[in-house]
């Protein structure tokens, strides 16, 4: 089996509000898929349809070849993550995350090596959960996601209020799973986090899917800056596929579209000092594609 999860064409109506619009996504083993979009974008209620929280009121889903919410028993391999999980406050997280090893059916195999990328000692989890911080509930939440190492994990915003070196844990522990041959989606709104891990990436706007593919693929859409200082202050230069956005003394700064190659050549042959090409950031690319799709 090529993908381990897969919408196809899935709408979901609340009312006469389309909160999905004929959406595709796939995610496949050994992938980490990230999945883009502001705030009401349709990423909460995509992931609680793959999970089987909610049904979908047209289209197909499919994980692990079956219907997650007729066929109940495929959840069994998901580890999920909601947004903002509530938890049972008087319980220990120990005796919580215990509570969500029985449910799923699981052995906690990953409980311990998952604690130790998350900083969560032992006398954290002897701890009752009302007394943890939003960033203790939060790596709980991740824990109980990951600890039965499930084949699918799909977690919304799960770097949401954990530290820098708790993030850093976290991101260690999917690249993990991943390099397993585990299937991870994960929303996020820190976008050099998404950056760093993501090997795919989907954007979703207003219910629809706006962009998708490597996080190189979607910069190619994006111009680069290419900035080259001459020898020579008053000689003019083009580049093709470049607009010149800025020239200053011997410095001149291009807007440019286009491939790498043809750019590369063009500059080889120019009398330059130095140059200097930056591509587009994922925060560059983010925004020009909501942009674009604010003014369609």
């Known amino acids: 089996m090529s993908e381990v999860a897969q919408m196809v064409g899935v709408t979901k109506r609340f009312g006469d509000f389309a909160a999905l619009d004929a959406i595709h996504l796939t ?9 883009l979009g502001p705030n009401g974008a349709g990423k909460t209620t995509a992931m609680r349809i793959l999970v089987g929280l909610l049904h979908s009121t047209e289209g197909e889903t499919r994980v692990f070849g079956g219907d997650p919410w007729s ?8 580890g999920f993550l909601p947004s903002d999980p509530g938890f049972y406050g008087r319980m220990t997280g120990k005796a919580l995350l215990d509570h969500f090893a029985a449910l799923s059916r699981r052995e906690p195999v990953l409980r311990e090596h998952a604690c130790t990328h998350l900083r969560m000692s032992d006398a ?7 007394h943890y911080s939003k960033g203790m509930r939060q790596k709980l939440g991740v824990l109980q996601a990951v600890q039965h190492d499930p084949q699918l994990l799909i977690l919304d915003e799960p770097g949401e209020g954990l530290d820098p070196l708790v993030l850093n844990g976290l991101i260690a522990l999917l690249r993990e799973r991943r390099d397993a041959g585990r299937a991870i989606l994960f929303s996020s709104h820190v976008l050099a986090e998404v950056e760093a891990l993501c090997d795919q990436v989907t954007m979703i706007r207003a219910g629809r899917i706006i962009g998708e593919g490597t996080i190189s693929e979607l910069a190619q859409h994006r111009a680069r800056q290419v900035v080259v200082d001459l020898a020579d ?23 440019h579209h286009g491939p790498i190659q043809p750019l590369l050549a063009e500059l080889a042959a120019l009398p330059a000092l130095d140059v200097k090409i930056q591509e587009a950031s994922l925060d560059e690319v983010f925004m020009e594609y909501y942009g674009d799709a604010e003014h369609a």
């Not at 995610?27 to 999945?35: D, K, N, T, W």
């Open 124 to 130: 954290d989890l002897k701890r009752q959960v009302r």
């Open 27 to 35: 995610v496949s083993p050994g992938e980490i898929r990230g999945f």
């Open 233 to 255: 202050p008053a000689l003019e230069i083009h580049l093709a596929g470049g607009e010149l956005i800025d020239s200053t003394g011997a410095r001149r700064t291009f807007s």
């Open 71 to 78: 066929q109940p028993e495929v959840r069994a391999d998901i």
